[in-house]
Nanobody
Framework: VQLQASGGGLVQVGGSLRLSCAAP????????IGWFRQAPGKEREGVLC????????YYADSVKGRFTISSDTAKNKVYLQMNSLKPEDTAVYYC???????????????????WGKGTQVTVSS
C-alpha cells in the first residue's frame, strides 16, 4: 500500500495549509489513519489520527485547537487542516495507515504499518 501525502509548502506564521493523504486502490475499512511529523534534529511526533470505522479523532496536545483531521471515505482520502501555524510546526509531515483503531497505537502514529513519502511544511516567522 502506497500512501501519497501532498499539500505542503511555505507559509507565514498564523497562516493555514491543508494536507491531503490518498491511497489509490486501497480500501481502509477498519483502519487507523494518522499523521506524524519529523523536524530536523527532533524525534518523530504523532500529530493526529482518525478511525475509519467511526470517525473518532485523536489529537496531540501540541496541535489541539489548531489542526483538524477529516476523512472522505468515498475518495479514500484523509485531510489535515492546519490553522494558526507556528514556526515549531515546521517539519516533514507523513500520513500513515494501519489496521485497527488509533487508540491501539497510543499516539505513536509512526508505528502505523503503511507510510508514504512525506510533504514538507515550513512556517516562516
Amino acid at each position: 500500500v502506497q500512501l501519497q501525502a501532498s499539500g505542503g509548502g511555505l507559509v507565514q506564521v498564523g497562516g493555514s495549509l491543508r494536507l491531503s493523504c490518498a491511497a489509490p486502490g486501497f480500501s481502509w475499512d477498519y483502519y487507523a489513519i494518522g499523521w506524524f511529523r519529523q523536524a530536523p534534529g527532533k524525534e518523530r511526533e504523532g500529530v493526529l489520527c482518525i478511525d475509519s470505522i467511526d470517525g473518532t479523532t485523536y489529537y496531540a496536545d501540541s496541535v489541539k485547537g489548531r489542526f483538524t483531521i477529516s476523512s472522505d471515505t468515498a475518495k479514500n482520502k484523509v485531510y489535515l487542516q492546519m490553522n494558526s501555524l507556528k514556526p515549531e510546526d515546521t517539519a516533514v509531515y507523513y500520513c500513515a495507515a494501519g489496521p485497527g483503531v488509533c487508540s491501539d497505537y497510543e499516539g505513536d502514529y509512526y508505528a502505523l504499518q503503511y507510510w508514504g513519502k512525506g510533504t514538507q511544511v515550513t512556517v516562516s516567522s
